[in-house]
């Protein structure tokens, strides 16, 4: 079974400081795992993905996380936050296909909303 | 390119009503299809999942059904909708087979409300 934490379901950042959006996993498998972003009353939006490739994945619109298996942890950082960011943002993790009924199925965390104060 | 097209965008029921939500895909043959709900404060829930016509599998026990008449047609389904039904469902696909069965693209959703 998979899942995912991420802690802090609301963070506040000024504009041009650190964003910081923290994802632990558990996962019984070598995971694939995903940030995803959701602006109001849209559907989800694919920010970066890890797929056992390089630790460190790079994402569209300036964001990063980087796969840490030690720590079990899948941050997302950006280095100065936009006003643009304000959304709210979703960890997922999946199992790569293993035969059977393993379909790559995505498991959310709760997701965390973004603020960016002026 | 692929496309995924979600309607209707809002629907405010009576309780006990019928349901009726569709999602199709273009630009793609043979995709794995998801149901997922969205809660307020709550994530998003995996109801519904297919890997071809007429395959649906449910992961968790409630009011509502899916069904998958047509390979890029995916349509979720109650006969009598509770307040808890309420709530913003995603229709997503992803390629089909094994290479490609993580990466998610999501519709625009619909935004259920039952009274």
């Known amino acids: 079974a998979q899942s995912v934490t991420q802690l802090g379901s609301h963070v506040s950042v000024s504009e041009g400081a650190l964003v910081l959006l923290r994802c632990n996993y558990s996962s019984s498998v070598p995971p694939y795992l995903f940030w995803y972003v959701q602006y109001p009353n849209q559907g989800l939006q694919l920010l970066l993905k890890?797929?056992?490739?390089?630790?460190l994945v790079k994402g569209i619109n300036g964001f990063e996380a980087e796969f840490k298996k030690s720590e079990t942890s899948f941050h997302l950082t950006k280095p100065s936050a936009h006003m643009s960011d304000a959304a709210e943002y979703f960890c997922a993790v999946s199992a790569p296909y293993a035969g059977g009924t393993s379909y790559g199925k995505l498991t959310f965390g709760q997701g965390t909303i973004l603020t960016v104060h002026p | 390119s692929q496309t995924i097209h979600q309607w209707p965008a809002t629907l405010v029921q009576p309780v006990g009503s019928p349901l009726s939500l569709e999602c199709t895909v273009e630009?793609?043959?043979?995709?794995?299809l998801y149901w997922y709900r969205q809660a307020a404060g709550r994530g998003l829930q995996l109801l519904f999942y297919s890997v071809g016509i007429g395959q649906i599998s449910s992961e968790v026990p409630q009011n509502l059904s899916a069904s998958r008449p047509q390979d890029r047609q995916f349509i979720l389904s109650s006969k009598k909708l509770l307040l808890s039904d309420s709530g913003f469902y995603l229709c997503?696909?992803?390629?089909?087979?094994?290479?490609?069965?993580?990466?998610?693209?999501f519709g625009a959703g619909s935004r259920l409300t039952v009274l």
């Open positions: 997503a696909w992803s390629p089909g087979g094994v290479s490609g069965a993580n990466v998610l693209t």
């Open positions: 630009g793609t043959s043979n995709p794995n």
């Open positions: 890890y797929t056992s490739a390089a630790t």
